[in-house]
C-alpha cells in the first residue's frame, strides 16, 4: 500500500483523488470548518487540525512514500496581496519545508512531493517565489519540475494550477514520464520563462514531466447543473434584469444568440469592475470560470440559463461547485453555503491528483529495482 501525507488537507480533495490505493498517513489543516467536513467524509482518525508551524515531527507517523501540500495561493494570487512567500498565508510554505527536513534528518524523507499553488506562483516577486520554492526542494537532495495544469481538461471549469513534482534523487525514474525539453501541453512559456531563471544548481536536479492527454469525454455545465438547484434560490425577475443592465453589448449579443438557439442554453456570470463600473460579464461555452472563494476577492459565479425567451439566473449551488471539482454526489457538504463553497473553491481538482498519481507517482513507486536511476545531466534543460 503505498501511503501519504496531506498538508493543508481542507476537506481532503487530493485523498479523493489518490483513491483507494493510497493510505493516508496523517492529514493536516487549520482550519475547523474544513476540519469538520474532512472528519464527515473521512474520519477523525488522520486528521490533526492545527497551524502547520505547530505540527510536531513525533505527530507524523511512519514513512510516507508521497508528502502532498496544496500551500495557500492568497499573497502568490495575482488577485491576492502580492506578498508573496513572505505573507501570512502563503509563507505557510516554509512550514511544510521545515517539516520536509526534519523528516530527512531523521531518515523518514518522503520519497516523492507535490505541491500545488496558483499560475500567479511562477511571475510572483518576478520570479522569484519559484525560484525560492524550486530551489528550497532540490536542496533536500529532490530532482524537481513543474506542470501547469488545467481542470478544463477533466472538468468544466477553467482552472490552470501550478503543480511542482519533486523525486527522491536516489529513486529511478521512468524515461516515458520525462523529456528532454519543454512540451507545450504541460509548460507554457511562463514555466519556461521561470525556468530559465533558475540558477543552475536547481537546473541540474530539474525534469520535464511528461503526461499523456485526457481522453475520457469531458462534462459540460449542462451535465453538472441540478435542475433543482438544493441550497440556492432563482434570482427574482427584477434581480435578473439588475443583471442584464450590468452588460455591455458584446455581453448582451452573447444572451441574445443563446435565445435565437431555441433551446435550453447553460451560461455562468461573473461580476467585474471594469473602468470603475461593475460589469456582467457571461459566457455559453460550457465552461465555468475558476472557482474562487468568497473572500478570495472576486465574485461567486452566477447561473443563467437561457431557453428561448426565458431568462433565469442563480447563484451556483454548493453541489455544482463541488462537481466542478470532481468530487462525488456522495461527498458531503457543509450545511452553511459559504463554508461549502469556500471549502470546495479552495480545493485541488480532484481528477487531476488523479492524472497525477496514475502517471507520474504511480510509475515511479513501481519502478523502484525494476530500472536503473535516471542521471541527471549537467546543463540539462
Not at 520536509?100 to 522569484?128: F, M
Not at 529532490?142 to 472538468?155: D, E, Q, R, W
Not at 524515461?175 to 509548460?187: L, S
Request: glycine share 10%; net charge positive.
Amino acid at each position: 500500500m503505498k501511503t501519504y501525507y496531506e498538508f493543508f488537507a481542507g476537506g481532503g480533495m487530493a485523498r479523493a483523488g489518490l483513491g483507494a490505493e493510497w493510505q493516508c498517513l496523517l492529514a493536516n489543516d487549520n482550519s475547523e470548518k474544513k476540519a469538520s467536513a474532512y472528519i464527515e467524509n473521512w474520519g477523525e482518525d488522520d486528521l490533526v487540525v492545527g497551524d502547520i508551524y505547530d505540527l510536531r515531527l513525533k505527530d507524523i507517523k511512519g514513512h510516507a512514500d508521497l508528502a502532498w501540500g496544496s500551500f495557500p495561493c492568497q499573497d502568490l494570487s495575482l488577485a491576492g496581496t502580492g506578498c508573496g512567500l513572505k505573507g501570512a498565508r502563503s509563507g505557510a510554505f516554509w512550514g511544510f519545508l521545515k517539516i520536509i527536513q526534519g523528516l530527512n534528518a531523521q531518515g523518514r524523507k518522503p520519497q516523492l512531493v507535490v505541491l500545488e499553488n496558483v499560475y500567479g506562483a511562477l511571475t510572483s516577486h518576478g520570479g522569484k517565489d519559484f525560484e525560492a520554492i524550486a530551489k528550497a526542494v532540490a536542496s533536500e537532495g529532490y530532482v524537481v519540475g513543474a506542470m501547469v495544469i488545467n481542470a478544463v481538461h477533466f472538468l468544466p471549469q477553467s482552472r490552470p494550477r501550478l503543480f511542482i513534482v519533486a523525486v527522491n534523487s536516489a529513486m529511478s525514474i521512468p524515461a516515458y514520464i520525462t523529456a528532454a525539453t519543454a512540451t507545450p501541453a504541460w509548460h507554457p512559456d511562463a514555466l519556461i520563462r521561470a525556468y530559465n531563471m533558475l540558477p543552475l544548481s536547481v537546473k541540474k536536479s530539474w525534469c520535464w514531466w511528461v503526461l499523456p492527454t485526457p481522453s475520457s469525454q469531458m462534462l459540460t455545465l449542462d451535465d453538472i447543473i441540478q435542475v433543482e438547484p438544493e441550497g440556492v434560490k432563482w434570482h427574482s425577475a427584477s434581480e435578473t434584469q439588475k443583471i442584464l443592465s450590468m452588460m455591455t453589448d458584446v455581453n448582451l449579443r452573447k444572451v441574445m444568440a443563446a435565445q435565437a438557439e431555441g433551446r435550453l442554453k447553460v451560461g455562468t456570470v461573473y461580476k467585474r469592475t471594469r473602468l470603475g463600473v461593475q460589469r456582467a460579464e457571461v459566457r455559453f461555452d460550457g465552461i465555468a470560470g475558476c472557482l474562487r472563494t468568497p473572500s478570495g476577492g472576486s465574485s461567486r459565479q452566477t447561473i443563467m440559463i437561457v431557453n428561448g425567451p426565458e431568462i433565469r439566473t442563480r447563484l451556483l449551488s454548493p453541489r455544482e461547485a463541488a462537481r466542478l471539482m470532481g468530487l462525488s454526489d456522495t461527498y458531503l457538504l457543509p450545511k452553511r453555503y459559504n463554508d461549502a463553497y469556500h471549502l470546495v473553491g479552495d480545493g485541488v481538482a480532484v481528477p487531476v491528483v488523479t492524472h497525477i498519481a496514475q502517471h507520474i507517482l504511480n510509475p515511479i513507486i513501481a519502478a523502484q529495482g525494476a530500472l536503473p536511476a535516471r542521471k541527471i545531466v549537467k546543463g540539462e534543460h
